[in-house]
């Protein structure tokens, strides 16, 4: 199995948007003919036709940040899976510490998604949340302890417990799913470790996202990752 | 003044998007040109650089259906205005019935979208509630009896008191909002009663946006608005 | 292990309040010494010191129906579990169908409250958010499908399988807490059924809460639980 | 016309709980009877039936902290105006800005708390949400910078303006009803000024409920209410 960096845009400005979110998914696509690394691009909505444009003809999948646990309808400002699916993306973050959902509407919204083709990737902020929600047979799992989120300070060092934790209480109640880590991911050695630890890859964001120089650190980070799976 | 007719495509699936989502765009074009009159069309947040693109070089306004009461920032799958900015929208629809937002919220949104050069279009559900939104000065105020949508019983003539009652009390602590109503309009007719009751025009969904002939509904809304302008 | 009744009180009016509050407590009590089978009463919040007031020197518990996921502060109109402790009851029911909660504050109120000395009682709508919340190491697991809920179709009767599963996914992942069933709870048999297919007692709301005569409905149930658990 | 001292208790830890509630109880009944000061209690839902009892007899007002935009029914862990009815209370604080609310739920609750005799305490972050709330003639509105909330810097000082442009706002919308301002009063001198800038009184909470001293602190604020309004 390949490893995964799972790329979230947030909503950083101008970063997350126009230009920028371009170059990022532009890079990403560099990268991954360079180490054929599995590359998840995770934008605002505004931005997902745009980016799903430009990795076409890759296997860069595009993900959108959220969706909410509704039907399609008479709904305002809501964004049903179904307008996703259309938009053409691969699959959808559900979850994040910053986008806390109820337990039923993850539920809900993982065995939807499924019968519509899209891929489902839930975040949890513990080991034991992070093995409730494998319960629910989602197809990635990223257990991201929220006090480290964006602080530069990575999981795989400051916590390293939060990982191997996760991993053996994930792997009893679902031997399949594939488990992301986050929180603090910044270097190429922060993505080693988190995959020696035993996860398949990572979810970041600002270190990547607000960089000038993207390519640089999702290199780094693609390299650091092929080294430790091998 | 132009009368308004304003779309809100909802999340109508599969007509809020891809093909059925632009051909509602392509006929407004064609509508505007016709008549002049003035068209905001509201999509869902994937679709919006795509429609922006159908109706450059037209008046056509194009809103978003909502934006979150956020800064830019570390936040994952909620929209700031500056995301709806950078995609080039025109305005937001703000505090719709089937989105409805805390009064600081729609507060802090008015004033915000103010110094980003974007418009608001702020629902209330009552005439009393019209009115306290109207203080806030936002640039239009659409007043929508929520028992009245999607049935196709026009607020019109269902509750004409609601639209003057409306526009008497946005009057008083307002002399310059723009006032729409809406709710169960689905013909000219109720256009053309509409603004006779002191409105600029209407907010419209379903009897649009699900219509496989969109241009024989907006071209009929759109004539008799001009007719009662005149 | 004795078989366990649990009657959420929920806002009917007047039912849920005052003199049938009370009596809904005293019958309780009656039936408690009549039987000794176990009683959880769920009042309203402004209705738990007087409900705490008549079942004390029972082994009655009350519990609330919900607490919000908040340290004790600066907090206005929401329920800290420390407001709970100080006023008396024994536990709190966690993530109703009509209140569902983020999975992550689920989490944290069952640590919370165990930290504090007080029983949780987790609602989920299926056998799979079932075991997700039984993971978390509640002291109680509740599995009712909210489209029964209120309607006087039993689970046991109409989907005997929601229970069988339940039991054996929460089984599987957590041999130690207690299974309750609910949703269109209204008779004796009910109680009997949902206890021979591997649970240890109901959580029922109207069919108790606005009889005019709880005892019977109370008595027949408590009797039938007994003896299913002979 | 009387000077108003509103005490919210929030949800401090052990203060706005047991014992100490009941103090600020009794301390404030002895305060309405040495000045004839009006004075609201705004005490936990747990808490409000043993304030009631404390103060019965006097014309100390009791309200709840918050109100659901719900009727009466199959509802958990939510708390209807008629379940504050039934406990007793005077009335109910609205929109608090740890509780903010939707614009639409504002309205609804303020007509249905008239309807049930219940008094509307409702409360704005400015001037001019100030001003959209008394459109809705609730029977007090309290304007209180949330900036401010907590700070002991009292509003009256460090922002007079926001005090004078309420009333200005407020008065051209709703001659009659009452205004009352709060954030960081902490000082007899606080009230005093507030008062003198054309409110009421004032909405406190940590200054006092979080004094070991109650009596004290409530008494310099009542006398310097009631000499700012001789």
Partial sequence: MKPIIAI????????????HAR??????????????IEIILIPPYTELKTILGIVKDTDI?????????????AHTGYVPLEE??????????????????????????????????????????VPE???????????????????????????????????????????????????LTGAGISKGEDVYAAIKLGTHGVLVASAIVKSSKPYEIIKDMALNAMKAME
Same sequence: chains 1, 2, 3, 4.
């Fill in 8 to 19: 979230n845009y947030k909503a950083y400005y101008p970063y997350s948007f126009g230009e």
């Fill in 23 to 36: 170059l990022i998914a532009q890079e990403s696509k560099r990268i991954w003919r360079e180490t054929g």
């Fill in 61 to 73: 999948k595009v993900y959108a940040q959220h969706a909410d646990p509704i039907e399609p309808g």
């Fill in 84 to 125: 996703l699916k259309e938009a053409g993306v691969h699959g959808v973050l559900i979850n994040h510490s910053e986008h806390r959902m109820k337990l039923a509407d993850i539920n809900w919204l993982i065995n939807r998604a499924r019968k519509l083709g899209l891929k489902t990737l839930v975040c949890a902020d």
């Fill in 129 to 179: 949340t992070g093995a409730a929600v494998a319960i629910l047979k989602p197809d990635i799992v990223a257990v991201e302890p929220p006090e480290l989120i964006g602080t530069g300070i990575p999981v795989s060092k400051a916590k390293p417990e939060v990982i191997t934790n996760s991993v053996n209480l994930i792997r009893k109640v679902n031997p399949e799913v594939t488990i």
